[in-house]
């Protein structure tokens, strides 16, 4: 995954609450083998609505969503990930997510940003009343910062996940950074045994 750092752009507010996983990333898209092309199912079964806040041209390109309490509940499909981050999405904001969804944003880079429900309520008015609002998320920092609205706020992100976003591991990377001692110990191996293939 690519290094995050700092993410600056302008915000889509979805005014739902405990917003699922199938609501997400419907099940009928589960059946792709690839990982590539759910940002076009996102959301799907409310995007035929033509008022949907994802249809109204204002909000295109915006790479943060700002969601209401419970987002991301629901079944542990990794799915409602890549299909967030297909479409476009670097950050969700939500005053609360489903443990095993904000596990699996943090080892794909989506992100997550939780704050209390006052700072959502106040980043959702300010963008729904200006559109280019400008925000920014520090992950160094572990801020959220929309300087024109006059909205700031911290939120939680432990040392490890901080660290593993800012250089851009995943769970290979991770793995990869002992790719020295791996291949020093498989050269002493019999070469009978079974190896990982690194050389």
Request: hydrophobic letters at 40%; a negative charge; glycine letters at 8%.
């Amino acid at each position: 995954m690519k290094p995050v750092k700092i993410i600056q752009s302008r915000a889509v507010p979805l005014e739902r609450s405990d917003v699922d996983t199938d609501q997400i990333i419907p099940s009928d898209w589960l059946k792709r083998v690839e990982r590539t092309g759910f940002g076009a199912g996102l959301f799907s079964e409310w995007r035929d609505g033509p008022d949907f806040v994802l249809n109204l041209p204002e909000y295109q390109g915006a790479k943060i969503l700002v969601a209401g309490p419970n987002f991301g509940t629901g079944s542990s499909r990794e799915h409602a990930v890549w299909a967030l981050m297909d479409y476009g999405f670097e950050a969700v904001v939500s005053p609360r997510f489903g443990d095993i969804f904000k596990n699996n944003c943090t080892k794909q880079g989506l992100i997550t940003v939780e704050v209390p429900v006052e700072v959502v309520d106040s980043l959702t008015m300010a963008v729904k009343n200006d559109p280019m609002l400008e925000i920014t998320i520090d992950v160094e920092r572990r801020t959220i910062e929309a300087p024109a609205a006059m909205i700031t706020a911290t939120f939680p992100l432990d040392d490890f996940t901080k660290e593993r976003l800012m250089n851009g591991w995943d769970d290979i990377g991770l793995t990869l950074r002992h790719e020295e001692s791996i291949s020093a110990y498989e050269a002493k191996r019999a070469s009978w045994l079974p190896t990982t293939g690194i050389a």
